[in-house]
């Protein structure tokens, strides 16, 4: 048990899992953030909602952190020893099956890293944008709650941040098109049956939380999505 | 056919190597690749130079003693196929070859092209047999043995510990060569009373001799001369999962 514990392939299984558990909060915020397509009020709702969870929300969002520091520390402990695993380098070596998301993981790892820390900046505590920050909105039932809404807006009708988004959300895919295929074969599922359906669910996954994610920024630019006098 | 070969060169283990060219002409594109370095061998010793160490053993592609990382792929361009028995035909007149040994922490070189691979022989050590019963061989046919078991484990055994996965692996893991001889030991009936013990004891010698781990690249699949599959490192996975929770 001991062994287990300090194997290379438990330090796997909990990249697998950790990582497991991130899919699913991509999928949860994706949905959530989605709404900005049902109007300031829906959104603004649904934000208010995820506040009025008070203690729970805390627990919910500690797990995340939990998660987030299991997966990174992880996977600096594993790409350490990968590293060491080959102190001298080969004048010339070519990658002959390998796919650029599987050889660079944890670059594309740190990048989405770096774009996390900016994005909670951005729509968490309000300072890379603090003046579309403190917005309010009067939702039906009367009450005051920030506005969402004309934040995502105001925020993702300035071209650089929605180059920034563009960029992070593509390496997010792209880390996952590697990552879903893998978690399988890390868990032990290796089977012919089911690798295609494996493979293209992963991709497909991936190639959804891609449409999903961008569908808000090119709403905004289209002009699909657009300010309403909802707003304070 | 002429050749520009670029091939590591490195007294021991302590002093410091380097890329040295040599021009080869009246290569025969008949030649093993191994034929065409002894051709230059002979050339170095001719010149009252210090030939080019290289592994090799068997020449027919069973021993796993070949190696060599040659263009940037571990035994060379053709598929499934060892150093020694790829052939000069796969090159182009004049083409510039690169030849340099495996890299890893765990595969020390000994000199120029040769390296250690004693890391692998203290892997299997730790797990590498099976209990047998003393006296008389019983009768093959009592133990009933399915076809797709026998397939598998056969599909395993024919790994010849040359390193070349490790070789491959951007990790350096070792991860497929280990895999190997636990599915080829284990999917059998002589196998199962160390199945569990085997995984924990050969995976944890691994991860001490200094490899990597495993990131799903799978080319070390692609490198195999043998073309075992990375379906046996799932079933490693599986096995030390299934060891660790529930025991031996």
């Given amino acids: ?232 | 056919m002429k050749l520009v070969l670029k091939i590591w060169r490195q007294q021991n283990g302590n002093s410091e190597g380097k890329i040295v060219d040599y021009m080869l002409d009246d290569v025969s594109p008949d030649m093993s690749f191994l034929e065409m370095l002894d051709v230059l061998n002979e050339k170095l010793i001719a010149k009252n130079e210090e030939p080019v160490a290289f592994d090799h053993d068997c020449r027919e592609g069973i021993c796993g003693a070949c190696s060599l990382i040659i263009n940037g792929v571990p035994h060379g361009p053709e598929k499934a196929t060892t150093t020694c028995q790829l052939h000069m035909r796969k090159f182009n007149d004049g083409e510039e070859i690169v030849i340099e040994p495996w890299r890893a922490s765990a595969f020390p070189v000994i000199k120029d092209l040769v390296v250690d691979r004693s890391s692998f022989d203290r892997i299997i050590q730790k797990g590498g047999f099976i209990t047998a019963n003393t006296g008389n061989a019983q009768d093959g046919n009592t133990l009933p043995i399915s076809k797709i078991d026998a397939d598998a484990s056969m599909d395993a055994a024919a790994c010849i510990g040359c390193g070349a996965c490790v070789a491959a692996c951007k990790n350096g893991s070792a991860s497929l060569f280990v895999a190997a001889k636990l599915s080829h030991l284990g999917l059998l009936p002589q196998g199962q009373p160390e199945r569990g013990s085997r995984v924990l004891a050969m995976v944890m010698q691994m991860d001490e001799e200094g490899f990597g781990s495993c990131t799903n690249t799978y080319d070390c699949e692609a490198a195999c001369p043998k073309e075992i599959s990375v379906k046996n490192i799932a079933r490693m996975n599986r096995d030390f999962f299934k060891a660790s929770l529930f025991g031996v």
């Fill in chain 1, 1 to 232: 048990m001991l062994g287990f514990l300090r194997s290379t392939i438990l330090s796997k299984i909990v990249m697998t899992v950790s990582g497991a558990a991130i899919v699913g909060f991509l999928i949860a915020h994706l949905t959530g953030n989605l709404l900005i397509f049902g109007g300031p009020e829906k959104i603004n709702a649904y934000g208010q909602g995820l506040r009025d969870l008070g203690l729970l929300l805390l627990f919910l969002r500690i797990g995340l952190v939990v998660t987030f520091v299991l997966h990174i520390v992880t996977s600096i402990y594993l790409a350490d020893k990968n590293r060491t695993a080959r102190p001298v380098s080969y004048t010339k070596k070519k990658s002959i099956q390998s796919t650029i998301a599987s050889r660079t993981m944890f670059f594309s790892g740190l990048t989405i890293l770096t774009f996390v820390v900016y994005h909670l900046l951005h729509f968490t505590y309000g300072i890379v944008q603090p003046e579309f920050y403190h917005g309010e909105y009067i939702l039906h039932d009367g009450r005051t709650v920030p506005d969402i809404y004309s934040m995502m807006i105001h925020g993702f009708q300035n071209p650089f941040i929605v180059i920034t988004y563009l960029l992070a959300v593509t390496f997010v895919c792209l880390h996952l098109s590697h990552a879903i295929g893998s978690a399988f074969q890390t868990l032990g599922i290796n089977h012919t049956k089911y690798n295609g359906i494996i493979k293209k669910a992963g991709m497909g996954l991936a190639t959804i939380l891609w449409l999903g994610y961008m569908s808000i920024p090119f709403g905004i630019m289209a002009g699909v999505l657009k300010l309403t006098n909802g707003g304070h």
